[in-house]
């Protein structure tokens, strides 16, 4: 299976089991902020983030071979104001369901949705998340404005799209978008007032992940601490056990067991970095109570290396995980993160891994 | 006319040879410039038409001193250069 890698310098491609594991790049020397495989067609898009030149959108229908630039998700010009708003990074892109061909669906900075139905060839603000009421309460983490950077789709009921903002909670529509409501009701932060540290429109979710086979259950690396859900977003438990912390930003959801997930835990959150200079994986297997460290074939010596939020990701086995680091380490786990391979440590920092 | 020249670094992603456009202001240069080409026009300018913070103007040899309305006025003959500034990449 192909592992689509975006860096800060490109979009590689590896291929396991080849001689040459990661082959030149696309978009050589441009930071790649988000790709996306469409499963339902074999189409691969790309968002850019040119340091003068602002963000692009690129789409290939030959497996990454050759590249078409597209407009990219774009806010209407609004006359007569100096401060309205631009897009300025796609965090996300996400499909929609299979019934739903061309549908794409895509997470931006400042913090919106878009909506494309023509395979990316022009996309639609949703107006009705950019307009609910709470979205004044978001503001930005890491980066100055709050954005969109995890988009759910369940595979039930492809109307039922879920938004994981930072710093915004999380946001549900179960009609295509159409309508929204805020929720997120269990999370807590530990970054505001202490009577204000359970209001959901201000929570930091920095991922959210689902178990494919039973979307209720869903995992989150917040901010403030691990949490997760039986009901679909709505209400999230604290998982208290998680270690050796309980910041970070990547999650995995096992696509068949509701109970196994994985997190890369480091400091938080002034330094970014793994706990005693040493990266390891966390993982549950019994719905959070209780996490065992992973390590076999990680770093031995001390190491610095941060996990994006969208730089860890299994694929559909449940078997196989990948994960990218801002220092450039690339590594494979073939058997559910018991054991780590080292693919290179040559690369840029990695914004995300993704499996074809 | 207006001798509109751009950054080779531009190059990379579309093609940008130079044009020659009427206008009697940058904004109205630029209109022009993204009347002919509308592929150039996300590359230079934002949502909402702003220039792009690491893309720098000059006329003639000096840098434009309205970057917000762009208001500097343009004579027949003038040169403007698209360059991109010394940051952000």
Same mark, same amino acid.
């Given at each position: 299976?192909?592992? %689509? ?79 309205? #708003? ?33 395979? =990316? ?37 492809? !109307? ?8 915004? =909670?999380?946001? &549900? ?32 979710? %920095? !991922? ?6 039973? #979307? ?5 690396? %917040?901010?403030?601490?691990?949490? !997760?859900?039986?009901?679909? =977003? ?31 835990? @480091? ?6 970095? #793994? ?11 019994? @719905? @959070? ?42 590594? &494979? ?24 | ?10 190059? +990379? ?13 940058? +904004? ?23 220039? +792009? ?37």
């Amino acid at each position: 299976m192909e592992l %689509h890698v975006a860096t800060r310098k490109g979009l590689f491609v590896v291929r396991p089991g080849s001689n040459q594991p990661v082959g030149q790049p696309s978009f050589l020397g441009d930071p790649v902020t988000a790709v996306l495989h469409d499963r339902r067609d074999g189409t691969l898009y790309a968002a850019l983030n040119l340091g003068h030149f602002g963000r692009k959108l690129h789409r290939s229908t030959d497996g990454g071979a050759s590249w078409a630039e597209l407009p990219a998700p774009a806010f209407d010009k609004v006359e007569g104001k100096e401060d309205g #708003p631009s897009v300025s990074l796609v965090w996300t892109l996400e499909a929609g369901g299979d019934e739903q061909p061309g549908r794409l669906w895509a997470g931006t900075i400042p913090g919106a949705l878009f909506r494309s139905d023509d395979h =990316g060839e022009s996309w639609q603000l949703v107006r009705s998340l950019w307009d609910l009421p709470q979205r004044k309460n978001w503001f930005g983490g890491g980066y100055d404005d709050p954005g969109i950077h995890s988009i759910l789709v369940d595979p039930r009921d492809s !109307r039922r799209v879920e938004c994981g903002v930072s710093c915004g =909670g999380v946001t &549900i529509s179960e009609d295509d978008g159409a309508s929204w409501r805020q929720t997120g009701h269990g999370f807590v932060a530990d970054y505001v007032p202490p009577e204000q540290a359970s209001e959901p429109s201000t929570q930091d979710p %920095h !991922r959210v992940q689902a178990c494919s086979a039973n #979307p209720n259950v869903q995992w989150c690396q %917040h901010h403030s601490s691990v949490y !997760r859900s039986t009901d679909g =977003g709505d209400n999230w438990t604290e998982l208290t056990e998680a270690k050796p912390s309980r910041f970070g930003f990547a999650v995995a959801a096992h696509p068949h067991d509701p109970e196994t997930a994985w997190f890369v835990p @480091g400091i938080k959150d002034e330094r970014r970095v #793994p706990v005693d200079g040493k990266l390891v994986v966390s993982r549950t297997r019994d @719905g @959070g109570k209780s996490f065992e460290i992973l390590s076999n074939g990680l770093p031995t010596e001390p190491s610095f290396d941060l996990i994006y939020r969208h730089a860890l990701d299994i694929d559909d086995t449940g078997e196989c995980l990948a994960m990218g680091s801002t220092t450039g380490n690339l590594w &494979i786990s073939e058997n559910g993160g018991d054991e780590w391979r080292l693919v290179s440590n040559f690369l840029p920092p990695v914004y995300q891994v993704s499996f074809a | 006319m207006v001798h509109v020249e751009f950054t080779p670094h531009l190059s +990379r992603f579309l093609a940008c040879p130079p044009l020659d456009v009427e206008g009697p202001t940058v +904004r109205a240069a630029l209109d022009a410039v993204f009347s002919e080409r509308p592929a150039l026009k996300s590359y230079l300018v934002d949502d909402q038409d702003r220039l +792009r913070k690491h893309v720098v103007l000059y006329v003639n040899d000096r840098p434009i001193g309205d970057r917000i309305g762009l208001s500097d006025g343009l004579s027949d003959g003038d040169r403007l250069f698209v360059f991109q500034a010394l940051s952000g990449g």
